[in-house]
């Protein structure tokens, strides 16, 4: 477990998870307070500078992804030879303990996770970054069921790294495409292969291949035929059965062009027009194409050699006979003793040649090792074929298409590069032929937006619009290739014709009449009318007032314009004939407060007259006369005409007051009523 705080900002609160690689710490960023996850790599991997190298770079690269079924790499570095990645921290469990508490997952929420985990797939893709690891344990299911891919970048830098130091292929044995497990080239497609080996998983419960090593596991991806779904669960559609098919065909080039293709077929792929489609038939597995032939290394034909046998034949010597003769004279005795002798050196003379041959023609026949050479991939086929004729190769050619190798490029050779062969050995080098044509796909009808994600790996789409109000906006009208026609995507250029609503200006409708609007707008297909009427002081009746939309207004859908015909000037209202008011004013005489009397006396008294002068009498008439000796309010009758007034005249123990007369307005006297 690394030091309890990381770089003095990632506090470790706990272990949550680990691999064969690395193991995984939840901790707390001290500065962002937030929870993240620590992957720190073990110690066997810290130590090698060429894997440490390509794991920053990878980490850096995973890192400037921005996607949301990816985890988000926060940071990444190195503290007392510990190497370390910061990622998002998701709560939830993997897809495969999600696919074990299920036992197996219906097909609308296998499709659902699968769109998911594509997308994420198709992005790193796009980012130039193959996961090579596909699998349930690296996907997360968060609590609302988002899925998360994690890893990206680590496994390619650890398969890299592993494969240079073991010449072994790194990868879950039981999602590893064929082109994975004989060590091949590994492109976009391995990572779809895998995909689909999931998408099989998610349905049934378990992996498509097992056995009892993972040698022979990898053997069943190479050359046995991929398990049908359907045949197991009757009820999945054949469409969820064909993209399973065609993304693990053995093949990379017989699978989906590109995650983007991959995820462009499950758009549709529950819809019910493709339940019961035709079923896709797998690629027979070719095996002298597929079938890894393992390199014989230098030490092992040394010992053939050793295990040589050398048989030396043994010499016939004529024997020589002959009768004694008692009577032979000495002479015959001496000619016998040199045949003899001279038989004798020739015999030997005769050893010492068959020895010498059987050292000196084996160094005639022995052929020299050679080191198949570096960085042949990629490069043009005819430089390749004559540094390997240079090297006293054989060289022999298969063609196939390719997305990613240009034309007349090396995609793949056997043995690999670095592997020891004898001079004149046979050397087989798979050529491109560019990218596969195929039939041009039919995108008419179809809204622009969904048009251009099925012409992703097309290399231009150029889009042109056509006013027409004959089918809704933004769907396509034609295409040009055509569907059907032969296409290779990466080079072609695609022109749509795009349908977009006439744009209208609208006009200014004043003083029009109601034919008039009728005629210059009754046939525009983007223009409802609708009609009122209104007075107005100063417009000719049956003329129009206003309009909604206003004058200049630009009209690109269907819209409603609501037009105001004058109905002339409003008509006078009549005024009612007013009638006289006739009403009781009250009318306060105020004393003016004295010192307190004696009991015995008399209180003062004052004479209030008042008169008044209204529509029964122009001269002052007499209304009130009394004494008062306090403070009175007066009912005084009044009768006014409409336009006139009343007025009254108050006269205290004979003299007019001061304020004298009072008026009051005809508006006054109705107020009173």
Do not use: C
């Amino acid at each position: 477990m690394p030091q309890k705080r990381v770089s003095d900002r990632y506090e470790i609160i706990r272990a949550v998870g680990g691999g064969g690689m690395a193991d995984v710490y939840l901790a707390k960023d001290l500065i962002l307070d937030r929870d993240v996850a620590v992957k720190v790599l073990k110690s066997q991997f810290a130590e090698d500078e060429e894997f440490i190298r390509r794991f920053r770079r990878e980490a850096h690269s995973a890192a400037a992804m921005s996607h949301p079924n990816i985890v988000n790499i926060y940071d990444v570095g190195e503290e007392e030879n510990e190497y370390y990645i910061v990622m998002e921290y998701v709560e939830g469990q993997t897809l495969k303990e999600y696919i074990s508490a299920n036992q197996r997952l219906s097909p609308e929420e296998t499709v659902r996770i699968l769109r998911q985990v594509t997308s994420a797939v198709a992005h790193a893709h796009d980012n130039h970054i193959v996961h090579r690891d596909i699998k349930p344990q690296n996907i997360l299911i968060s609590p609302n069921g988002t899925a998360k891919v994690t890893d990206f970048g680590i496994s390619r830098a650890i398969s890299d790294a592993t494969i240079t130091h073991t010449n072994s292929v790194l990868g879950s044995v039981h999602y590893l495409s064929p082109e994975q497990a004989r060590g091949g080239y590994v492109t976009y497609q391995s990572d779809l292969y895998s995909l689909g080996v999931v998408a099989y998983e998610m349905l049934t419960g378990h992996v498509p291949f097992t056995a009892d090593t993972p040698v022979s596991i990898a053997i069943k991806h190479m050359q046995d035929t991929f398990p049908s779904v359907k045949e197991k669960l009757s009820f999945v559609p054949q469409s969820l059965e064909n993209l399973i098919m065609t993304a693990v065909a053995k093949e990379p080039q017989n699978r989906y062009l590109s995650g983007h293709t991959m995820l462009a077929d499950l758009d549709t792929i529950l819809d019910p027009s493709r339940v019961n489609e035709a079923a896709v038939v797998p690629v027979p597995f070719d095996e002298n194409a597929t079938r890894a032939m393992p390199a014989v290394s230098s030490k092992e034909s040394l010992a053939d050699n050793d295990q040589t046998k050398v048989s030396s034949g043994a010499v016939n010597q004529d024997t020589v006979s002959y009768e004694r003769d008692k009577g032979k004279s000495n002479q015959k005795k001496r000619s016998k003793a040199f045949w003899v002798k001279t038989g004798t050196i020739i015999g030997l003379v005769m050893l010492a040649v068959i020895l010498f041959l059987f050292w000196w023609i084996p160094s005639l026949l022995h052929v020299e090792d050679v080191e198949i050479p570096d960085n042949l991939i990629g490069e043009a086929f005819d430089e390749v074929e004559e540094q390997l004729i240079d090297l006293n190769l054989v060289v022999e050619a298969d063609y196939r298409f390719d997305d990613e190798i240009e034309e007349g490029h090396v995609i793949s050779h056997n043995p690999e590069a670095g592997r020891m062969v004898k001079e004149e050995s046979t050397i087989r080098v798979m050529v491109s032929e560019g990218p596969e044509p195929m039939q041009m796909i039919d995108v008419t009808g179809e809204t622009r937006e969904r048009a251009l994600n099925l012409l992703e790996e097309f290399d231009e789409v150029e889009i042109q619009y056509r006013e027409t109000t004959d089918t809704n906006p933004d769907t396509v009208l034609e295409q040009d290739p055509e569907a059907g026609e032969e296409v290779i995507p990466a080079v072609t250029s695609v022109t749509l014709t795009i349908s977009e609503y006439p744009v209208f200006t609208m006009p200014n409708l004043a003083d029009m009449n109601r034919d008039e609007v009728l005629e210059l707008l009754e046939n525009e297909p983007l223009i409802n009318l609708s009609f009122d009427e209104d007075y107005h002081p100063s417009t000719e009746e049956g003329k129009v007032i206003s309009q909604n939309p206003g004058r200049g207004a630009r009209i690109d859908e269907p819209t409603t314009v609501n037009v105001v015909f004058s109905m002339g000037p409003e008509p006078e209202e009549e005024e009612e004939p007013e009638e006289p008011v006739r009403v009781t004013v009250p009318f306060e005489v105020s004393i003016p407060e004295i010192e307190e009397e004696v009991n015995d006396e008399e209180p003062e008294r004052y004479r209030v007259q008042i008169s008044v002068t209204d529509m029964n009498s122009q001269v002052p008439r007499q209304v009130i006369d009394r004494e008062i000796t306090e403070t009175t309010t007066f009912d005084v009758p009044m009768s006014v005409e409409p336009g006139e007034s009343g007025f009254l005249i108050l006269v205290v123990d004979g003299e007019e007051f001061d304020d004298s007369p009072y008026e009051y307005t005809y508006e006054q006297l109705s107020d009173m009523q």
